[in-house]
C-alpha cells in the first residue's frame, strides 16, 4: 500500500484551539489543532446536510447525569456544524449521539515545520 502525503499549511499557520479547511485531491478536509498542540483531521462535511465543519465551532465536550449539572470531558474536544449543531468527536470523527455515525477521519502530523495529511 502506497502512502501518500501532503501539506496543509506551515505549522505556524495553525494555531491552538484552530481549524484549517483544505482539500485533498476532490475532498474537502478540516485540520484542527487542539489547545495542547495535536492535529487531526477529519472529513470537512457534516454527515446530516453536508455543512463545512471548517466554519463551525471547536468546542470543549461536556457530560452531566441531570439537567443543568454539566463537567468538561478532560481531553476531549468536539467540532460542531454550523448548519444544524450535530457535533463530532475530534479524534474519532463519531456524532456525540451516536458513536457509529463517524465521518472519515485521517493521520496528520507535523514534519518539517509543516502540517502533513497522510492517506
Known amino acids: 500500500m502506497r502512502i501518500v502525503k501532503q501539506v496543509i499549511c506551515g505549522a505556524d499557520e495553525l494555531g491552538a484551539g484552530q481549524m484549517i ?6 475532498m474537502p478536509i478540516v485540520v484542527i489543532r487542539t489547545e495542547d498542540g495535536e492535529v487531526y483531521g477529519l472529513l470537512d462535511k457534516c454527515l446530516h446536510q453536508g455543512g463545512p465543519l471548517s466554519k463551525g465551532r471547536l468546542l470543549v465536550s461536556v457530560s ?3 439537567c443543568g449539572h ?3 470531558e478532560s ?9 444544524h449543531g450535530y457535533e463530532y468527536d475530534i479524534r474519532t470523527g463519531a456524532t ?5 455515525l463517524k465521518l472519515r477521519t485521517f493521520k496528520v502530523h507535523e514534519e518539517d515545520g509543516q502540517i502533513v495529511v497522510e492517506t
Request: charge should be neutral; glycine fraction near 12%.
Open 21 to 26: 479547511s483544505a482539500r485533498l485531491g476532490p
Open 64 to 66: 452531566g447525569d441531570r
Open 70 to 72: 454539566y463537567e468538561e
Open 75 to 83: 481531553g476531549r474536544q468536539i467540532v460542531k456544524c454550523p448548519w
Open 96 to 100: 456525540l449521539f451516536n458513536e457509529n
